[in-house]
């Protein structure tokens, strides 16, 4: 499906191959592997010029292979600032008809996030899949943007049933990319496939090269040896060298091979050596550095015969050449060879080529070119590289805006306006969380003049290490000498945003509504950070009063209609509602909010904290009865956090993702699961360990154990008395409660569940867990009477409000063994029955147990996992069955499983072949689909 028509990349490579027998084999298992359905990812390792991208030609060329649907991308240093270059370059390999369906990867992917770039990508190769397998190449993978690693990471990661082939080809030893390089690895580790490092080529394959490039000449071992030893069987230096010696030089054991020194030297020889416009043409082809049209390298060398040049070139292996496409492209074979064209060009020669592309070359590219042909300082360059540097952040394109400020920086001629840039390039890397494309600049940040500038980057950088105290002290600084100057309050507005960042995170309420109260005055912020400032506000107020004041004072300072009627531009605030509204006991319409500012978010490219809104989305729908869904929505939470290096997020997924395991009986499941959370709870203790001990609870609940339930929260009550314990007092005050009672603790409990039903008055949904709690005490004191009034009232508030489903279920039952006790037993049935179907419903079987077990003796029975008949299904089948009985397509239960429909098709197929059945009418009421 390649537009040139074949898999392979053609002309130009005039280079011969040998052995690499082993990494070959290796290569066409993994091909057989994926042409049976099993997706394949192989990382391709090892140092420059040792004949990476030679082995991957040879294999591309081999016919079984062939068969393939292939796109490559090529990633270079000049572009990995281009958020998904490499996305936009794989995008673009991709069939027009293809391309076209998916509204990103048709041309819009600025500002959109790499979960929705992955998800489109993950689109497109289930199309190419229609055609048959795919390979998918990524070249010096180690130069490849953050962004489109995240977006590929996404995709590794939910391909399962899939034809498609990954090589990413990595380049180690490079000292600048080390982070890169490590990333990589981790990214390709984690898939199936294999890890190929190659080597140097050995002795007789040495041999064998200088056979065959001497024209079959007999080469002696001698000779052999000799060059083994100098070259380390780099393939690169020893095919340079060859080029170079004749076949007499060689033969002669009894002279020293007149080797040069290294492969720079050689590579520099061999260019002096080429005809005038032929070194001219490699030369320019070194300066654009990219895949271009051949016309537009020989316009740069101002050539008039462009292909009496590229023959001596591709004679010398120096240039590759696809001639079978309309514009006939080339490029430097090799990163080395560049590097050594490069070094022997002279500064003014540079200049003048550099020069010389300006006028040729795309406005996004020219900037590099405009910068190169300066010779010293010069302000106007810099100010207009500043100008296109605030466009591109406009665009959400930080690290390169990042990259054309220290450009800037470098061609200033003053030492403050350099400091300035280069602080002003640091200042927006942290913003957007690029944080190892800034360490290079923060020894340089510290030893700039003192300015608010740096006091902001510095500032904002130790807060992001950990060091609060400090940070905190910086950031202040920056706003009291910006706050009052109009041209310097984005200063302010700023660091305002980091400090509240910082008092969310050590829970300290009063500071955060006072910082971001100033925060809203400031002239940057309407534009900037308005909108991250007034959510932040309402947090603060919610840090000290609750979710109910968070979303009163958010409605004051920045109202909105309901979700439906909202604006794009209102995403994140929406968000926020949301949040609130949910942390408040306002289920259904937390829900709403959040659902429209996540398809806001996805469809108008706004940025938001997705991962906090799929998840509290999650315990919405936990309470709300949907327990399946609520797992989806924790997925799609844990995703984000771990693509965007969140361990918070991934701590908070970790406790919401072992409620609905704990409810059913799961529990090595839902302990696992809060185990690796407790690990990853202390890098923002105060947030994350009060969702470890919600969680806790919950298992030591769903146990039946008071004693854990009360030990599992002691930890949430030894942070400070405000932050996300008091925003999520909905979620854990009806647990203490039970607990207390539990453990006989009946003075704490009335005073627990005085503050609960205090809760209840903001939030109805909490007025039958009251009811039911306010029974349990009664029964433990020994007052029939109050409990059955108690558990009378919460059965009328069922059906009148909206009511949480596993809360109305549990008071269902209590009242049933009540009554059954009392000698009611017609009316203690009719509850039993109704408990029973509910617990059934959500698949709460500790739960549905005890009620059973309470039909003959009017006691609880305790919990037996597996006492009923396993699921025959997995439970990656199960979610897929359960969707497909909904109605939904296998494209719709891909989105929303985050998978490939190649996975869908190959989970269903397992599905109807386990429950013995034909198609998807037979699925809704088959009784592994409800159990």
Not at 22 to 51: F, H, I, M, W, Y
Not at 123 to 147: H, R, Y
Request: net charge negative.
């Amino acid at each position: 499906m390649l537009e040139s028509g074949s898999l392979m990349e053609r002309g130009g490579d005039c280079r011969v191959f040998v052995g690499r027998a082993d990494p070959l084999a290796q290569l066409s298992n993994c091909v057989r592997e994926v042409a049976a359905g099993r997706k394949q990812t192989v990382l391709l390792e090892g140092l420059a010029g040792v004949g990476k991208s030679a082995l991957v030609q040879q294999w591309l060329s081999d016919p079984t292979v062939e068969q393939f649907s292939s796109i490559r991308a090529f990633c270079d240093t000049t572009e990995q600032d281009w958020a998904f270059g490499v996305a936009d370059q794989l995008a673009r390999r991709i069939e027009p008809y293809v391309r076209q369906k998916i509204p990103f990867l048709a041309g819009g992917m600025a500002g959109a996030s790499p979960v929705e770039i992955g998800a489109q990508l993950l689109t497109a190769l289930d199309d190419l899949q229609s055609a048959g397998p795919v390979a998918m190449v990524i070249e010096d993978s180690q130069w490849a943007d953050e962004e489109s690693l995240k977006a590929l990471g996404y995709v590794l990661r939910r391909l399962e049933a899939d034809a498609v082939l990954t090589v990413m080809v990595l380049r180690s030893g490079e000292r600048d990319a080390e982070e890169r390089v490590d990333q990589v690895r981790r990214l390709a580790g984690a898939q199936q496939g294999c890890h190929l490092r190659l080597d140097g080529l050995g002795r007789s394959e040495v041999r064998q090269l200088a056979t065959q490039m001497t024209g079959g000449r007999e080469i002696t071992q001698i000779v052999a040896e000799r060059l083994y030893r100098h070259t380390a069987g780099n393939p690169l230096y020893l095919q340079t060298l060859l080029a170079e010696l004749s076949v007499e030089q060689l033969a002669n054991e009894h002279e020293a091979l007149p080797v040069p020194p290294g492969l720079d030297s050689a590579i520099r020889l061999q260019l002096s050596g080429l005809p005038e416009p032929a070194r001219f043409l490699a030369e320019a082809a070194a300066i654009l550095d990219a895949r271009l049209p051949l016309a537009l390298a020989a316009a740069v060398a101002r050539l008039s015969d462009p292909a009496a040049a590229l023959e001596p070139c591709l004679a010398a292996g120096l240039l590759r050449w696809w001639p079978d496409e309309p514009t006939t492209p080339v490029t430097v074979s090799h990163a080395l060879q560049r590097d050594a064209i490069l070094g022997a060009i002279s500064p003014t020669r540079r200049r003048e080529l550099h020069a010389n592309a300006v006028p040729l070359v795309a406005r996004d590219a020219s900037w590099r070119h405009r910068v190169a042909a300066v010779d010293g300082f010069d302000p106007k360059l810099a100010s207009s590289l500043e100008d296109e540097a605030a466009q591109l952040l406009t665009d959400r394109q930080a690290e390169r805006a990042a990259t054309l400020l220290l450009w800037a920086s470098d061609l200033a001629s003053g030492q403050a306006e350099r400091e300035r840039l280069l602080l002003l390039a640091g200042a927006h890397l942290i913003w957007a969380e690029r944080l190892a494309r800034f360490r290079p600049l923060l020894e340089k940040a510290a030893l700039c003049e003192p300015t608010p500038t740096r006091d902001l980057v510095l500032g904002s950088s130790k807060l992001l290490q950990g060091e609060l105290t400090e940070g905190e002290s910086l950031l202040i600084r920056a706003v009291q000498a910006t706050e009052r100057l109009p041209s310097q309050q984005w200063i302010a507005s700023m660091a305002s945003y980091w400090l509240g960042i910082s008092y969310i995170a050590t829970a300290d309420g009063p500071k955060c509504v006072d910082s971001q109260k100033r925060a809203l005055d400031f002239k940057a912020s309407a534009a900037d950070y308005g909108s991250q400032h007034k959510s932040y506000f309402a947090y603060g107020c919610g840090m000290t009063g609750g979710a109910a004041a968070a979303e009163r004072a958010l409605q004051e300072i920045a109202p909105l209609p309901e979700a439906g009627s909202v604006a794009p531009s209102d995403a994140f605030i929406l968000s926020y509602r949301g949040l609130f509204r949910s942390y408040g006991g306002k289920l259904t319409q937390g829900s709403d909010d959040l659902w429209v500012a996540l398809q806001l978010a996805r469809e108008h490219s706004i940025p938001i904290w997705a991962q906090d809104a799929h998840l509290v989305l999650a315990m919405d729908q936990y309470l709300l009865g949907a327990w399946d869904d609520s797992l989806l929505q924790v997925e799609r939470g844990r995703t984000i956090s771990v693509m965007e290096d969140k361990p918070w997020g991934i701590a908070m997924a970790c406790a919401f993702g072992s409620l609905v395991p704990a409810g059913r009986g799961e529990w090595e499941t839902a302990d696992e699961l809060l185990r690796q959370g407790e690990e990853l709870a202390q890098f923002i203790p105060n947030y994350s360990i009060p969702w470890q001990s919600i969680g806790r609870a919950t298992l030591a609940q769903a146990r039946g154990d008071y004693a854990a339930m009360y030990t599992a929260l002691e930890p949430m009550f030894r942070l400070p008395g405000q932050g996300i314990v008091e925003m999520s007092s909905m979620y854990w005050q009806p647990l203490l409660t039970e607990a207390l009672i539990g453990i006989g603790d009946f003075d704490s409990a009335e005073t627990a569940l005085a503050r609960l039903v205090k809760l209840a008055e903001n939030a109805p949904c909490l007025q039958v867990v009251c009811a039911f709690l306010r029974g349990q005490l009664a029964e433990a004191r020994s007052d029939t009477d109050t409990a059955q009034i108690s558990y009378d009232h919460g059965v009328m508030l069922s059906a009148t409000t909206t009511n949480i489903p596993f809360h109305r279920s549990r008071l269902e039952h209590a009242y049933s063994r009540l009554l059954m006790n009392l000698g009611k037993d017609q009316a203690a049935e009719a509850l039993r029955s109704s408990a029973t179907r509910l617990f059934a419903k959500l698949g709460a079987k500790p739960f549905l147990q005890r009620c059973e077990g309470s039909l003959n003796n009017g006691t609880d029975a305790g919990f037996s996992p597996r006492a009923t008949a396993p699921n025959p299904l997995t439970d990656r089948e199960h979610d897929i069955a359960r969707l497909a009985a909904d109605g939904l397509t296998n494209r719709e239960i891909a989105s929303r499983l985050f998978v490939s429909t190649k996975t869908v098709e190959f989970h269903l197929s397992h599905v109807f072949a386990k429950l013995g059945i034909t198609g998807r009418r037979e699925l809704r009421h088959h009784e592994a689909i409800q159990q």
